[in-house]
C-alpha cells in the first residue's frame, strides 16, 4: 500500500473547504483542515505536509501573512503551496508552486496540485 501525501487545506469557505477536503481524499491526499490564518500555523505546530493548498483573503491572519510564516521558519519553508485565490494578488513568496482563481473545479485543484507539487517543474501561475 502507497503512503498517502500528507496535504494542509486552508480555506474560510466551510462548503468549498469540505468539497476539496472530500476530492482530495478521494485522490489519495490525507487531508488536514483548517479555517483561518491561524489554525493553519496550529496545524502545521502539529504536523507538517507535503503541500499546503492557501486561500489568500482569511479572516484573522491572512493567506500572505501565512506565506510570510511559512518563509521564515527552517520547517516550512520549502513546503509546495498552491494558492487558491479569488483575488488578482499574486504573492511572490518562493514557496508558491502555482496560483489558481476562483471558481475552481476539484479537478482542476487536483491536476494542479499534480502537476506543480508532484513533478516539480519551476513555479508557474495556472
Given amino acids: 500500500m502507497t503512503k498517502r501525501r500528507t496535504l494542509l487545506l ?14 482530495l481524499t478521494n485522490a ?3 487531508v488536514r483542515v483548517a479555517a483561518d490564518g491561524w489554525q493553519a ?4 505546530d502539529a504536523q507538517t505536509p507535503e503541500v499546503i493548498v492557501l486561500d489568500l483573503v482569511l ?30 494578488l499574486t504573492p ?8 489558481l482563481r476562483k471558481p475552481v473545479t476539484a479537478d482542476q485543484l487536483i491536476a494542479v496540485i499534480d502537476r506543480c507539487v508532484s513533478s516539480g517543474p519551476p513555479p508557474t501561475r495556472a
Avoid: H, K, Y
Fill in 10 to 23: 486552508v480555506e474560510d469557505d466551510s462548503e468549498l473547504r469540505e468539497f476539496f477536503r472530500v476530492a
Fill in 28 to 30: 489519495g491526499f490525507d
Fill in 41 to 44: 500555523l496550529q496545524r502545521l
Fill in 59 to 88: 479572516p484573522g491572519l491572512t493567506g500572505e501573512a501565512v506565506l510570510a510564516e511559512l518563509a521564515g521558519q527552517a520547517q516550512t519553508r520549502n513546503i509546495p503551496v498552491v494558492v487558491v485565490t479569488g483575488t488578482n
Fill in 92 to 99: 511572490t513568496v518562493a514557496n508558491v508552486a502555482c496560483v
